[in-house]
């Protein structure tokens, strides 16, 4: 949409207030509303829909499949695509390189996608992005997040060393046997708790800097009027790589500050768990929803 | 292009984790382009074209999940979305298809290990009628079958058509109750 | 089926009326099959095909090449039918339209996937190589029925045609030129021929300024479902390009000798009863035979004419 000068510049003030006004009265750190479902589609392992109160809609499906470690040196392809544009378009291959990336960096998974000292699984991320008024990074790592906490595997009957003899996988029947791939996080958040092998997907979230001030989720219009566009990953309870900054759309981009960069970690810091905690509740509330339905 | 008609323009796409194994398929392949091309022709009389002249209406589907009658279904589901977006249409578009089973008997919705074993055949109607608007066999059946399958596929239809009327007016009534709250 | 040729409104109005009566502009009845002109090259499987006026020319060669990965036991076969503005003005070169786009997939589904040529016996070793068969259309001039020829041209070509010899020795497979050994021909598990009827919308003919909503199908319906009496359509069979210009909907029927129904495709348009559809697969039947006759007899008269200075007829085939 369209804003005229005088919009615009009403708009920039007012998030540039100290304490900013944002045009929906959110704080900094505050999300919009959204609709979560996991496990929607019956063909993927592991799938995912979001719908945002400003009408993005998202759905991801993760597939997995055998193949042998030595022949691939991704374990994780993230493929998005992007309702009414053309297929490789920019915004859709820059999502797609900014999620293969961070997932295919992450050793745990890595280690969970192994099944014998041959084999690995190999993960097939699609994301379709419906529609989006906003920047559509936020709303596909929600959605990723939650398809991969809702992603099975099946369990491996054969044995896992076949470094002597080579043995094509054998897999249980029994699809109620499957493992997940990701523990399923306390809800409380004690770090303290958590072992080394405990895993969870990484979050993406993006922020936008107007002026001095940071704030996570921007809308549309507040894209526009924002210098540049941060997004910081939150994986296990932490802050971790990447973080970069990525146009948005703003019409007058800018660098941003230390203190800029410092308001992002703590804003970070304070919803990153959040955010994954109700993920999880969703998560869990679909598979209690599920297996009471047998 | 009919300037005294509407003009619509059916872009299907296909999801690589709909089938059991990955696939992704190009945007333009054959199949699906013909089935947009289908789909369009067919919506072209169902649709009253002449109250919206010089319009352009879009249709976008999104294949999720497949298990036989893709095409079937995604008539049916483009048929409830004119009928949201409040398009003035003369009837129900519904689609159905019949799979032959052994030669003989007629197989109603035939899943994808049907589909790919049995020819199938599938059929569009408007409204309740016996008039065929949209017909489509890919594989061998015999001539003299033919009849009970396209009886067996219209009645198929016909029962569609009722049950896609049932939840357009419960979901009508939902929405009228939820606005008069 | 190229894009919609612009024809005045009394041109339109002539031919829909003389439709109306049951008659034609080339004086055929509305359920008559123009001649077919079936004629064979020099070379083998070279065939040329004229329907009324329209013209094309199918050439099939074989190659060796590899199997695709899922099928290892099977040959390729491609059908390339690309119309060019040779054959009309109305359609541009090197863009295929979404009618063109149709009209392959149907002369790809009659003929490819109704496994008219056995592909397995195109294997040479399995996994390694097969032969590549390939038809090439080309038309030359369009005056409508483009499917039903290219299907017509495309399985006589293939029957016409006769691929090297090939036999194996050790590791090694040989190719043995025309020449050396008597030329195999393809294996043809049956002859499938395609039927286009096109229906025109019998309310709007002649075309006037009523109500719109009276020309709609679906409207001409009463409360209780029962067809009124404008309900049916006009049945034309294998029409010329001014007539598939004005057609409101079309059907085709790909069917074979055995009774066998390979292909129906009505993609979209103005509905037609199923009755209708009944009584169009059975005429399509009945012209399926005699054009698969046609085909044969020509075949033969193209055989005899190549034996005519052998003492034995020449062939390829073992007796078993």
């Known amino acids: ?245 990525l146009d948005i759309g703003s019409t007058d981009p800018q660098g941003i500050s230390s203190t800029v960069l410092s308001k992002a970690y703590s804003i970070v810091e304070q919803c990153g768990q959040e955010i994954s905690d109700s993920l999880t509740a969703v998560y869990v509330q679909d598979e209690d929803a599920s297996s009471s339905d047998f | 292009m009919n300037l ?178 | 089926m190229p894009k919609r040729k612009d024809i005045s409104l009394n041109e339109r109005q002539f031919i829909l009326s003389l439709l109306k009566d049951s008659q034609r502009l080339d004086g055929r009845a509305i359920d008559q099959f123009r001649k077919v002109d079936l004629k064979f090259g020099d070379s083998l499987g070279h065939a040329e095909v004229q329907l009324g006026k329209t013209r094309l020319v199918v050439r099939v060669s074989a190659e060796v090449s590899k199997p695709y990965e899922d099928r290892p036991y099977e040959g390729t076969f491609i059908i390339t039918t690309d119309v060019s503005s040779m054959a009309s003005p109305l359609f541009e070169n090197n863009r295929s339209s979404d009618d063109e786009m149709l009209m392959t997939r149907l002369i790809e589904k009659a003929i490819r996937r109704s496994n008219a040529l056995d592909l397995e016996s195109l294997c040479i070793v399995a996994g390694k190589s097969c032969w590549m068969i390939r038809a090439d259309v080309h038309y030359l001039s369009y005056d409508g029925g483009l499917v039903d020829a290219s299907c017509i041209g495309v399985i006589a070509a293939l029957m016409h045609f006769r691929r090297p010899d090939t036999s194996i020795d050790g590791d090694q497979t040989i190719i043995h030129s025309v020449e050396e050994r008597v030329p195999v021909p393809l294996s043809i598990l049956h002859v499938p021929i395609c039927v286009t009827f096109s229906f025109f919308k019998v309310d709007e003919v002649p075309s006037s300024t009523e ?36 057609r409101h909907s079309e059907l085709t029927i790909t069917i074979n000798k055995n009774r066998d129904i390979c292909q129906i495709a009505k993609p979209g348009g103005y509905s037609v009863e199923a009755l209708t559809i009944l009584e169009c697969a059975n005429k399509a039947y009945k012209i399926a035979t005699n054009i698969t006759d046609l085909i044969y007899r020509r075949l033969k008269e193209d055989e005899s004419k190549r034996n005519a200075g052998n003492l034995v007829p020449l062939t390829a085939e073992n007796e078993r």
Request: one cysteine or more; a negative charge.
């Open chain 3, 211 to 246: 109500n719109p909503v009276a020309a709609i199908p679906g409207s001409g319906q009463s409360a209780n479902g029962v067809p009124t009496a404008d309900d049916s359509a006009i049945l034309v069979i294998d029409a010329t390009a001014q007539e598939e210009a004005l």
């Open chain 1, 1 to 245: 949409m369209k804003y005229s000068p005088a919009e615009l510049s009403y708009l920039k003030e007012s998030l540039k207030a100290s304490p900013p006004i944002r045009p929906d009265a959110r704080l900094e750190t505050q999300l919009r509303p959204i609709e979560a479902i996991s496990n929607i589609l019956p063909t993927a392992n592991g799938s995912a829909r979001i719908r945002a109160s400003d009408g993005g809609e998202c759905i991801v499906g993760v597939k997995a499949k055998v193949v042998p470690t030595s022949s691939t040196s991704e374990l994780i392809n993230v493929d998005v695509e992007i309702s009414g544009l053309k297929e490789n378009n920019s915004l859709a291959s820059t999502l797609s390189s900014i999620f293969q990336s961070t997932l295919n960096s992450s050793q745990s998974l890595r280690q969970r996608l192994k099944l014998t000292s041959r084999f690995s699984f190999k993960l097939f991320i699609d994301v379709l992005v419906l529609s989006n008024q906003s920047h559509p990074l936020g709303l596909v790592s929600l959605t990723i997040y939650l398809a991969l906490l809702s992603t099975k595997l099946p369990l491996l009957t054969s044995s896992t060393d076949d470094s002597k003899a080579e043995e094509v996988p054998v897999f249980h029947d029994d699809w109620d046997q499957a493992r997940p791939l990701c523990d399923i996080p306390v809800t409380q958040s004690d770090s303290s708790k958590k072992s080394d092998s405990h895993w969870t997907p990484p979050l993406i979230l993006l922020m936008a800097v107007v002026g001095e001030n940071i704030f996570i989720d921007p809308t549309n219009a507040e894209e526009q009027v924002a210098s540049t566009g941060l997004f910081i990953s939150w994986s296990n309870g932490s802050i971790s790589a990447p973080l970069r900054t």
């Open chain 2, 4 to 181: 005294d008609s509407t003009f619509l323009s059916v872009n299907i796409s296909v999801s690589p984790f709909s089938t059991v194994d990955r696939k992704k398929r190009p945007r333009n392949d054959r199949r699906i382009q013909e089935c947009a091309m289908s789909i369009q022709r067919t919506f072209q009389e169902a649709i009253m074209g002449h109250l919206h002249s010089r319009t352009e209406i879009v249709i976008s589907l999104h294949v999720l999940a497949q298990d036989g009658g893709f095409f079937a279904a995604c008539i049916n589901a483009t048929s409830l979305a004119l009928i949201d977006a409040g398009v003035p249409m003369y009837d129900y578009v519904s689609a159905c298809s019949t799979a032959l089973y052994d030669s003989i008997s007629p197989l109603l919705d035939p899943n994808n290990a049907e589909e790919s074993d049995l020819p199938f055949l599938t059929v569009a109607t408007i409204g309740k009628t016996e008039k065929v608007s949209m017909l489509l066999l890919e594989s061998k059946v015999p001539l003299d079958r033919l009849e009970s399958l396209i009886a067996v596929t219209i009645s198929g239809c016909h029962s569609l058509r009722d049950q896609m009327d049932r939840q357009v007016r419960k979901h009508g009534h939902l929405r009228i109750t939820k606005r008069s709250e």
